[in-house]
């Protein structure tokens, strides 16, 4: 079944340096892919999403991802972050019947 | 473009009575709107998917005579939690997918959170 591993539960980076968040998918067909940003008591925002072609995919908000298939990685990236991107960051791919799988969930914490 | 809301944004009841949460899609068409609870600290965890115009699919352990679905239009799903009671408090949150695939990305509402005393 598809699903998405999160491996890093919460993350501490300084305000203005680089972000990095893992993904791993579990799928043996090109997955679709979602990045999801929620801020506290607030729903989900869809930053990005991969479907197929180009392998970096541009999103809102100045963040990136690429899907890495030989990696099975789908890795989000901001170059230098804003204490406005501190929140809960969730990869999510979708099962076969359109249901979204979500990972577990990374807490990133900005630093002044 | 693809805003959803949710209204109420939060609601306090009593233990036993009925609450309504709506989920609309302002700027698109859903065909297929998503229910979902989460607890603090933790992912979303689904509770049904609602396709305009017939009856929701709930996911294993979920109790379809608690948690009413209706998706009675392309714009508009609600969620009745009947006979609520202070398990049930928890932060309930909407998704709306366009027409077009299914594999189509999900937009979310901001969540209603919901406390039964």
């Known amino acids: 079944a598809q699903s998405v591993t999160q491996p890093d539960i919460h993350i501490t980076v300084s305000e203005g340096a680089s972000l990095e968040l893992r993904c791993n998918y579990s799928?043996?067909?090109?997955?679709?892919l979602f990045w999801y940003v929620q801020s506290p008591g607030q729903g989900l925002q869809l930053l990005l999403k991969?479907?197929?072609?180009?392998?970096l995919v541009q999103g809102i908000k100045g963040f990136e991802a690429e899907f890495k298939r030989s990696q099975s990685s789908f890795n989000l990236r901001k170059p230098s972050v804003h204490w406005s991107d501190a929140a809960e960051y969730f990869c999510?791919?979708?099962?076969?019947?359109?249901?979204?799988?979500f990972g577990a969930g990374t807490q990133v914490v900005v630093t002044p | 473009g693809a805003v959803v809301s949710q209204h109420p944004s939060w609601v306090i009841c009593k233990s036993g009575t009925s609450v309504k949460i709506e989920c609309r899609s302002l700027?698109?068409?859903?065909?297929?709107m998503f229910w979902y609870r989460q607890f603090p600290k933790q992912s979303l965890m689904l509770m049904a998917t609602?396709?305009?115009?017939?009856?929701?699919?709930?996911e294993q352990g979920v109790e379809k005579d608690k948690f009413l679905i209706n998706h009675a239009s392309l714009t508009l799903s609600t969620l009745t939690v009947t006979s609520a009671h202070p398990e049930d408090s928890s932060f309930y949150i909407c998704?709306?997918?366009?027409?077009?695939?299914?594999?189509?990305?999900?937009?979310f509402g901001p969540g209603t959170r919901l406390l039964v005393l």
């Open positions: 998704s709306a997918r366009g027409t077009g695939t299914a594999s189509g990305a999900q937009y």
């Open positions: 799928y043996g067909a090109t997955p679709y």
């Open positions: 991969y479907f197929s072609g180009d392998t």
């Open positions: 999510a791919t979708t099962d076969s019947w359109g249901k979204l799988q």
């Open positions: 700027d698109f068409q859903a065909t297929t």
């Open positions: 609602s396709n305009e115009g017939s009856k929701a699919t709930y």
